[in-house]
């Protein structure tokens, strides 16, 4: 399904204990499958506790640059969910992880 030049990065984060997702998870993860060979994202799920959150999850990412500073602002302007904060975070967290291989990779 995903061709050689892609890698799964996780990103995660706390969530507050009156949200859903903490009953069911013990934190936010944010899963994206990103092309090396352009930094775009080409599939992304979370954990979130009803399937329309990941597909509008999705919508947000999928197209985009690992690096594209303008998800969080999506995020900030289309995602309403309790989750905000915890998706930011967890997509920062999938950043950085992806910043840190490559430039281990590059050295």
Do not use: W
Request: charged residues 20%; proline residues 1%; hydrophobic residues 45%.
């Amino acid at each position: 399904m995903f061709h050689e030049e892609t890698v799964f990065i996780i990103g995660d984060a706390q969530v507050s204990q009156n949200n859903p997702i903490s009953k069911v998870f013990s934190q936010f993860f944010l899963g994206v499958v990103v092309d090396t060979s352009n930094g775009r994202i080409v599939d992304a799920e979370c954990s979130a506790t009803i399937d329309l959150t990941v597909r509008f999850v999705r919508s947000i990412f999928v197209g985009r640059l690992i690096e594209d500073e303008e998800i969080i602002t999506s995020i900030q302007k289309r995602y309403f969910g309790s989750s905000q904060k915890a998706l930011i975070v967890a997509f920062r967290d999938a950043q950085r992880k992806y910043k840190q291989q490559f430039a281990a990779l590059s050295t």
